[in-house]
Structure formats: C-alpha cells, structure tokens
C-alpha cells in the first residue's frame, strides 16, 4: 500500500545539536509539507514543496532546514538555532497545492 | 487570503449523542474543503472532502458535513457519537486556483465522548 513514512517515531536532541527528520512517500505526490504540532496549537507549516529542487517557508521556518532532492523524500533538519524545539513533527503530501493531504504518523522530538 | 475558523477548541457530548463541529471559512469563491481527524499521537486522516456538486457529503465512520455558501460553513455532523470518535478534528480550505498556493487548516476541536 501507498503511503508517507515518517522516522524515527521518537527522536531525542542535545543542545547545540541539529538533527534530521525523515519523510519518505511512495504515492508519486509532487507537493510535500512539514507541520510542527504544539498542545493546543493546531498545525503550523514549517516548509512546503511543489516540486523537486524546490520549497517555499511556511509560517514558522525560523531554526529549521529542509531539501527536496527526490520527489520521493523531503528531510526536514531542526537546527541548534531553534531553541525550542520539542513538539510532534507531522509530514504530508499530495498531488497538488490544493488538494488531499495525506499524513505520515509523526515524529515526537525531545531535548535531553 | 484564505482562511479557516473552528469557534470551538474543545467539545463534550455523549456516548450516543448527535454530534456537531463548526468550520466557518473566508475564501471568495467556492472553495476545496476537508475535515480530517486526529487519534492522539497519530497522523492526521481525511474523513471527507468538498470539491463540487452536492452540498451534503458523505464520508468514512458515518461522518457528513454540508457546504453552506450563504453562511460560509462546513460543518460536520455525526448522529450518533461512538467512543472511538473522541479525537481532534481538523477543518481545512484549500482553492481551485492551481496557482493559489497551499491549503489552509483551522486549529482543531477536541471532541472528548463522555460513557
């Protein structure tokens, strides 16, 4: 079955340390998103793309990095400049823009 | 720009009872709209969506919700609540308009089912 897989399911940062989120889809979607998810906030984009070799800043892209060198994947590195980065880190794609999304299951990332 | 409210953060009905959650949205012409839903520590899942045609759509777990044009809505209806439904929903409006950029979600309602 066709879906986004998403790993690790948990994922724990030193200070001062960037680590990298992995988003892979296999539903030959051209667009892919990273949400980041606080309690009681709803979902905040981070980054999106259109297209390979291509991605826009969502509303919250301060403190995190991301490629998009296959369609198939789209990496998302939180960096040591964002500061607060525990939340639940959820990765979509779909065919277009404006269409269906389609969820992987979520990262939840924790500093130690 | 496009724009989605969900008036409600959280809700408590019933075991049984009819269920309803509220999505207003801003948008200037007929818009793309979704409602998906969350189980704690999972992705989100599509349980319908509003492209065209008929106002009243059906979807997956015995959801529906029905386009409003006059009043901007998509609200979604159960008529009767199952524990299993206690999840956060989200609504969502996303354009027809290739070149209007990406969909815009609401902030979510938890819907906790009382026994």
């Known amino acids: 079955d066709g879906g986004i897989t998403q790993s690790p399911k948990y994922l724990f940062r030193k200070e001062g340390q960037n680590v990298t989120l992995s988003c892979e889809q296999n539903?030959?979607?051209?667009?892919m998103y990273w949400y980041r998810q606080d309690p009681g906030q709803g979902l905040r984009l981070i980054y999106y793309s259109q297209i390979v070799n291509d991605f826009q800043k969502g509303d919250i892209a301060e403190g995190y990095s991301v490629s998009r060198e296959k369609k198939e994947s789209f990496p998302l590195t939180v960096t040591s400049a964002q500061k607060n980065p525990t939340a639940f880190y959820l990765c979509a794609s779909s065919t277009g823009l404006q269409g269906t999304q389609h969820f992987g299951d979520g990262t939840r990332l924790s500093i130690l | 720009a496009q724009s989605v409210t969900q008036p409600d953060i959280h809700i408590t009905v019933s075991e049984g009872a009819s269920l309803e959650l509220r999505c207003n949205y801003s948008y200037g012409a007929t818009p793309y709209l979704f409602w998906y839903v969350q189980s704690p520590g999972q992705g989100l899942q599509l349980l319908l969506k509003y492209f065209s045609g008929d106002t009243l759509v059906q979807g997956i777990k015995g959801f529906e919700a029905e386009f409003k044009r006059s009043q901007s809505s998509f609200n979604l209806r159960k008529p009767s609540v199952h524990w299993s439904d206690a999840a956060e929903y989200f609504c969502a409006v996303g354009s027809p308009n290739t070149n209007a950029g990406k969909s815009t979600f609401g902030d979510g309602t938890t819907l906790t089912v009382k026994p």
């Open positions: 539903l030959n979607h051209d667009a």
